[in-house]
């Protein structure tokens, strides 16, 4: 706490103290120049409009694979209620159905919806870090 009170306190600014790894690494291109170019990563740090439009672009995509797989998964099991209800005596086809059949088409659409879902994440991430 200052002694005085009209001495007013200073806010000392200097260079960055971010150093780069070694110059050997940043020849390579692994970590590009600070020039007047900005990084999309920037872009999505500042809020720019630019930046909302790589965020959304990532959304539509990862929207786009959710509503497929939700068309997906209406077309296998939405008709099921009316196939039991056409067969007269279905009990054992219904147990075979629901307890065999579902399943192995119902894991092949999870796995395809979550490794489609990351290459959307990477791709977005490769756009995003200019590789």
């Known amino acids: 706490m ?8 200073v806010v000392v600014t200097g260079v960055p ?3 780069l ?3 050997r690494l940043r020849s390579r291109g692994r970590y590009p120049q600070t020039s007047g170019y900005y990084r999309p990563r920037t872009e999505i740090d500042e809020q720019t ?5 790589y965020v959304r672009s990532l959304m539509r995509s990862q929207l786009r694979v959710a509503l497929v797989v939700f068309a997906v998964l209406v077309l296998l ?3 099921l209620p009316l196939v039991f209800a056409a067969t007269p005596d279905g ?3 219904e147990w075979a159905v629901l307890g065999f059949c579902l399943y192995p088409p119902l894991v092949l ?3 395809w919806y979550v490794r489609r879902a990351e290459r959307n994440e990477k791709d977005f991430v490769r756009l995003v870090e200019d590789r």
Request: charged share 25%; glycine share 8%; proline share 14%.
């Open 17 to 19: 103290r971010r150093t």
């Open 109 to 111: 659409l999870a796995r």
């Open 91 to 93: 009990a054992t086809l």
């Open 21 to 23: 790894p070694h110059t």
């Open 2 to 9: 200052p002694q005085d009170p009209t001495e007013r306190r």
């Open 49 to 53: 409009t630019l930046g909302h439009t």
């Open 77 to 79: 099991v939405g008709p």
